[in-house]
């Protein structure tokens, strides 16, 4: 039934449906062109990402959503809401792959930005408020082993709150981006883009190959050097202030942080995140001689 209604909104002969996540499921017409539909949380979120999407369009490859017969960009279904999407071409990097990449993602991340320089779809975050309004405070409440490093790290996040911002893609992980032969073939999911720190991308980018490859110690330490190339590569195309260069760890701790205040409901993810957030913290360093070195910091 669902399934047909899908196709009655979109005028799909659907020969096959296959599920790819709880929201995510990929459609293949007779005619065996391919769709995505997803499901999302709300027409505002839908129309901003819309609007973003035709702006990016033409400039950078992302999927912008199709049209229903009735002229909308969605279709709701027993309350929830779906938008459609044609398949990109391209495969996602593992994190492995991704540390050895920091080019092909510095590259398009600083083309990214530089087309979002100026765009506004209404969105913000505070970045010292995130994390201090919400995520210390959630995380404090369950492990006040954390107490002294949260405290003395507030006065440096609440400098790095004032950092140069811009709308970000504010979910830049690796299974955002498709790459066919190191060619840029896709990104994804701009659901979540918002007005905030410009590096918050950057660092967020960091900390999640970070988390792919930090069981294996030969590429957790290799890891270490991988913040700077990232901005070697993105500042040829896109150069960030010094500020934000020396305002990297800051921020890839708060990130960290994020990250640990949203699996604080599952321990075994919570502490993984935990022992991150503290091994960025020892090596400080270490992570910023490669932002100096390469950044030239």
Same mark, same amino acid.
């Given at each position: 039934?669902?399934?047909?209604?899908?196709?009655?909104?979109?005028?799909?002969?659907?020969?096959?449906?296959?599920?790819?996540?709880?929201?995510?499921?990929?459609?293949?017409?007779?005619?065996?062109?391919?769709?995505?539909?997803?499901?999302?949380?709300?027409?505002?979120?839908?129309?901003?990402?819309?609007?973003?999407?035709?702006?990016?369009?033409?400039?950078?490859?992302?999927?912008?959503?199709?049209?229903?017969?009735?002229?909308?960009?969605?279709?709701?279904?027993?309350?929830?809401?779906?938008?459609?999407?044609?398949?990109?071409?391209?495969?996602?990097?593992?994190?492995?792959?991704?540390?050895?990449?920091?080019?092909?993602?510095?590259?398009?991340?600083?083309?990214?930005?530089?087309?979002?320089?100026?765009?506004?779809?209404?969105?913000?975050?505070?970045?010292?408020?995130?994390?201090?309004?919400?995520?210390?405070?959630?995380?404090?409440?369950?492990?006040?082993?954390?107490?002294?490093?949260?405290?003395?790290?507030?006065?440096?996040?609440?400098?790095?709150?004032?950092?140069?911002?811009?709308?970000?893609?504010?979910?830049?992980?690796?299974?955002?981006?498709?790459?066919?032969?190191?060619?840029?073939?896709?990104?994804?999911?701009?659901?979540?883009?918002?007005?905030?720190?410009?590096?918050?991308?950057?660092?967020?980018?960091?900390?999640?190959?970070?988390?792919?490859?930090?069981?294996?110690?030969?590429?957790?330490?290799?890891?270490?050097?991988?913040?700077?190339?990232?901005?070697?590569? &993105? +500042?040829?195309?896109?150069?960030?202030?010094?500020?934000? !260069? #020396?305002?990297?760890?800051?921020? @890839?701790? *708060? /990130?960290?942080?994020?990250?640990?205040?949203?699996?604080?409901?599952?321990?075994?993810? &919570? +502490?993984?995140?935990?022992?991150?957030?503290?091994?960025? !913290? #020892?090596?400080?360093?270490?992570? @910023?001689? *490669? /932002?100096?070195?390469?950044?030239?910091?």
């Amino acid at each position: 039934m669902k399934d047909l209604f899908f196709a009655r909104q979109w005028d799909l002969t659907i020969s096959e449906m296959k599920p790819v996540s709880q929201r995510v499921s990929v459609f293949i017409q007779s005619t065996r062109s391919v769709y995505i539909i997803k499901q999302k949380q709300s027409i505002e979120g839908i129309l901003a990402e819309t609007k973003l999407a035709e702006h990016l369009s033409g400039n950078l490859p992302v999927p912008l959503p199709i049209k229903t017969v009735h002229g909308d960009y969605f279709a709701e279904w027993k309350g929830e809401l779906y938008c459609l999407y044609p398949y990109l071409d391209g495969q996602t990097l593992s994190a492995q792959k991704s540390l050895q990449s920091p080019g092909l993602f510095g590259q398009t991340f600083a083309k990214f930005h530089k087309k979002t320089r100026r765009f506004q779809n209404g969105q913000s975050s505070d970045f010292y408020e995130t994390v201090y309004g919400w995520a210390a405070k959630t995380i404090l409440a369950k492990d006040p082993s954390l107490s002294k490093a949260f405290f003395n790290l507030e006065p440096l996040l609440k400098k790095a709150s004032h950092l140069p911002k811009q709308l970000i893609h504010r979910d830049a992980h690796p299974s955002n981006f498709l790459f066919t032969d190191s060619e840029l073939t896709g990104i994804l999911d701009l659901e979540l883009a918002e007005e905030n720190i410009r590096i918050f991308d950057l660092c967020y980018f960091c900390t999640s190959i970070l988390y792919g490859v930090y069981a294996d110690e030969s590429l957790r330490n290799e890891w270490l050097a991988f913040p700077g190339k990232l901005l070697h590569h &993105y +500042e040829q195309e896109n150069p960030l202030q010094q500020s934000e !260069l #020396e305002f990297i760890w800051v921020v @890839l701790l *708060g /990130v960290q942080a994020l990250f640990m205040a949203d699996f604080l409901s599952n321990d075994s993810l &919570y +502490e993984c995140n935990k022992d991150m957030f503290l091994w960025i !913290l #020892e090596h400080k360093e270490e992570i @910023l001689a *490669g /932002v100096r070195e390469i950044s030239r910091v």
